[in-house]
């Protein structure tokens, strides 16, 4: 009955409507019929609207009162009686009730069962009739509150300000009765409530609205069970709980009736304690209710004279409106903070709000300088140039630290007690994912200063974050993935030590997006991945959660998950990202599914990123001014990847030089390796086709096959079918087929082996091209188109399969699959 839920149970039913995973559930929601309710419900809860972008499939029910001529046929078949003889009740009935269905059962069950207990449906409409003296009808549930005694009313009117439930303990000790139960018996008896666990239950939204006092009474009774709740009930020290909630929820709808600003400064706190512990439950709505209603009962001179609530009220009033996406009101309440600060310690939570509200605005580098500015007040100086020689200086001191450190040595490090340092390691946490996207020289410092303070300072929870990141610079950089791999694990043990779950979906997301996928197969780092990411909105981490998402697209793709499971994720994580306003988890998962769609046959040109979810170039536009190397490096790989697959290799060529830098700007990314892995090919590709370039072609790829072998040295699931395809294409160029053949065969096997059907349909076209313009063998290669041809529809690359069944005569016979794909593309390239 969503006519009475509240925000986060909204949420909830939204997170489960709109789960593409849940295949089973149908809900069943009612609301009253209300044009401005109506309106107002569409405009905050857009999922109950049939949208395809929501994969929500609504059917709406409207229910209206009975016509006369339905009320007479339901009359008749509850009284078991012929229509004609029930004719001139069903207009009396008709008359009184409008053809409200309670509202006829509850004149029948009163009329009908006036003065006997036997049920209904032994009653005709003679005897009903009998009982019926048209001159003095009156409202059976009106009738049935004038039998109660007054004291019966005043607890049903203390029990309908609560709410259609109302708890029996509170009634009965704000009204002082000895015994509830036995004063609202008469009620019970007459249907008007329902015993209910530890309270009672009104029969009907109608009963309870009948129960109500006059509007001009309802703030008085509410604060007087609010009053009561606080003096009596509520201790001092409750933080938490339904009774907390009952209290502040009394008093704020009674504050027109509070006139002396003491009491106003009492309700001020428990709205304060009612919005931190909505805060700690991620009910960031209900955080910012309570923590603005605080703030409108403090004084006019709240910041001049005041205690330390005022910085309090504001700072949970800036997270809570920063959760649900409100980043200019949540800026606004950080700054009011920041410019009435008393001491350095106001400042701490809503610096990190104001930071947080500015990089998911994508104003990333007025997040970073505001940041690097609030660390050198900490004490915490980086150089203000920064160079190759600068970061291998930093590189080698933290190294230095950690020389012959064990691991269990770390584990046992004392704790940080330092507050300046322990605030400190918060903001270059939070800076981490903005330097990544947008100031990549930067980030080793962010992550070695965590790390040298872990080791000089002591030991926090974030710690652990610090030396998982620390391990994917030496896997993504250094490209030593044992020892990454070892500082990964580290950085898990040290969750696991501080029992830190707000922690664990970061060092989860590093681990298993940025580190594991070098030595494990990439499925298995999906549902880390996805367990990290439904965490970190459990714990209102919404910036970690977003990160999560695209990592989980990224490694999605690269394990060769299916097209369609892939589109329905990504899609799912767009839509959650639109609604929570995270601007910059948008432009980086915008690209990565117009990709999917691209591949689905969903665009004009399969080679540009325009289509349903994004424009190329709005999207690189935007990258340009926003200064996001790494959404420029994003798209530039995805364009290369589409050129390279589509037979474009010039194409492929000119935007693969244009990531010269994706080693560092996407180090330790999984498309770093498949960056690698394309350029090679699409060398040896270049190579076959200008002879005048042959060499220098086949050089390069060779280094990058040479690249390929050091990460297969500590990565072979991941790395070993990717060198041999590699090494097929390189050795096919000489004079050695059945060495090629037999690179050819081992990287199907291998591919096939860890399911990576992408891969396995690529190697199978190659393989098949191979046989038949080099080795001569038609059989053969049409096996490996066939085998190709087949594996990229299973995977659900229509545009790809449909592509070679036009390059390939031995697949003429196979049914076109792509949907919008043009036979010629026109639009190949632009800068």
């Known amino acids: 009955d969503i006519q009475w839920a509240d925000k986060a149970s909204m949420e909830l039913l939204q997170a489960l409507a709109t789960d593409t995973e849940s295949r089973g559930l149908m ?110 009808i009156v409202d059976p549930v009106e009738e049935k509150f004038g039998f109660l005694s007054r004291d019966v009313l005043e607890a049903l009117k203390v029990g309908a300000c609560i709410g259609i439930w109302f708890p029996a303990s509170v009634v009965e000790q704000v009204m002082q009765f000895e015994n509830l139960d036995e004063t609202l018996k008469p009620a019970v008896d007459h249907g008007l409530i329902k015993v209910d666990g530890g309270g009672y239950t009104f029969a009907h939204d109608q009963i309870r609205d009948f129960a109500l006092p006059p509007v001009s009474e309802r703030s008085a009774v509410n604060l007087t069970v609010g009053r009561y709740l606080s003096e009596e009930v509520l201790g001092p020290d409750e933080t938490d709980g339904y009774m907390l909630f009952l209290t502040v929820e009394h008093l704020n709808r009674g504050l027109s009736m509070v006139t002396y600003q003491d ?101 990333l580098q007025e997040a970073i300088d505001t940041g690097i500015e609030l660390l050198g007040e900490l004490g915490e ?11 291998a200086k930093e590189f080698a001191k933290t190294a230095w630290m950690l020389r012959r450190t064990s691991d269990a040595a770390i584990l046992n490090l004392p704790v940080m007690s330092n507050n300046n340092k322990l605030f400190a390691m918060q903001i ?63 950085g898990m043990m040290l969750v696991s030590k501080f029992n830190s779950r707000h922690w664990m979906p970061r060092v989860y997301t590093i681990n298993y997006g940025c580190i594991n996928h070098w030595k494990d197969r990439g499925t298995l780092c999906l549902h880390p991945l996805l367990h990290a990411h439904k965490t970190a909105m459990e714990v209102g981490d919404i910036e970690t959660a977003m990160t999560t998402a695209n990592l989980y697209v990224v490694n999605c793709f ?22 929570l306003k995270q601007d910059l988890a948008l432009v980086m998962i915008r690209p990565r599914l117009q990709f999917i769609l691209n591949l689905q046959g969903h665009a004009k040109n399969p080679l540009v990123l325009t289509g349903d979810v994004m424009n190329q170039e709005d999207t690189l536009r935007l990258a340009s001014v926003l200064q996001m190397p790494a959404l420029v490096t994003s798209i530039n790989h995805i364009r290369m990847h589409l050129a390279f697959l589509f037979g474009y290799h010039s194409v492929a060529a000119c935007l693969a030089e244009k990531n010269a830098d994706i080693y560092t700007v996407a180090f330790s990314s999984a498309i770093s390796r498949s960056h690698c892995f394309l350029e090679a090919l699409n060398f040896v590709a270049l190579a076959r086709s200008d002879e005048t370039t042959k060499k220098e072609n086949i050089t390069n790829a060779k280094k990058n096959l040479e690249r390929l072998r050091k990460w297969r040295k500590s990565s072979k699931k991941q790395v070993c079918p990717l060198a041999s395809l590699v090494e097929a294409e390189i050795v096919s160029t000489s004079d050695k087929p059945k060495r090629a053949a037999t690179f050819y065969q081992s990287s199907i096997q291998e591919f096939g082996m860890h399911n990576c059907i992408h891969n396995e349909a690529l190697a199978n076209e190659l393989a098949g091209n191979f046989y038949k313009m080099i080795n001569n063998d038609q059989q053969q290669a049409q096996e490996h188109h066939l085998q190709a041809y087949d594996l990229y529809v299973k995977w659900g690359a229509d545009a790809k399969a449909d592509q070679l069944k036009r390059r390939t005569p031995c697949l003429a016979t196979k049914r076109s699959v792509s949907i919008e794909t043009a036979t010629t593309y026109t639009t190949i390239f632009s800068d």
């Not at 339905?70 to 009686?81: A, C, F, P």
């Not at 150089?383 to 970061?391: L, N």
């Open 27 to 136: 809900l069943i929601v009612a609301t009253q019929d209300d044009m401005d309710q109506d309106a107002s419900m569409a405009l905050a809860y857009p999922w109950l609207q049939n949208d395809e972008k929501w994969h929500t499939n609504i059917t709406e029910i409207t229910t209206h009162n009975l016509s006369e001529e339905v009320t007479h046929e339901m009359l008749s078949t509850i009284l078991e009686s012929d229509p004609t003889t029930t004719q001139e009740l069903a207009e009396i009935v008709y008359s009184r009730t409008e053809g409200n269905a309670f509202r006829i059962v509850q004149f029948l069950e009163y009329y009908g069962n006036k003065g006997d207990e036997q049920p209904i449906k032994n009653w005709d409409s003679e005897t009903i009739m009998k009982q019926i003296d048209s001159n003095t």
């Open 263 to 363: 009491e106003k400064n009492s309700i001020a706190l428990l709205n304060m304690k009612a919005a931190s512990d909505s805060l700690a439950r991620s009910a960031f709505q209900s955080a910012a209710s309570y923590a603005k209603k605080g703030i409108d009962l403090l004084p006019p001179d709240k910041w001049h004279n005041r205690s330390a609530l005022t910085p309090s009220l504001y700072s949970v009033a800036a997270e809570g409106e920063y959760g649900v996406g409100n980043y200019v009101a949540a800026m606004q309440y950080s700054k009011a903070c920041l410019e009435n600060a008393k001491s350095f310690k106001e400042m701490r939570r809503p610096y990190l709000t104001l930071i947080r509200s500015l990089g998911s605005q994508n104003k």
């Open 381 to 391: 100086t980086f150089p203000s140039k920064i160079t190759d020689v600068t970061v």
């Open 428 to 490: 270059l946490h939070v800076l981490f994912p903005y330097t990544y996207l947008a100031r990549i020289d930067f980030t080793p410092f962010v992550v070695f200063r965590m790390v040298q303070l872990s080791m000089k300072q002591g030991l926090s929870a974030v710690s652990s974050f610090g030396f998982a990141c620390y391990g994917m610079i030496l896997a993504g950089v250094m490209d030593d993935i044992a020892q990454g791999y070892r500082f990964g694990q580290v």
């Open 558 to 579: 690269d394990a060769g998950v299916q097209l369609d499971r892939q589109e329905c994720e990504a899609r799912k994580f767009y839509n959650f990202m639109t609604l």
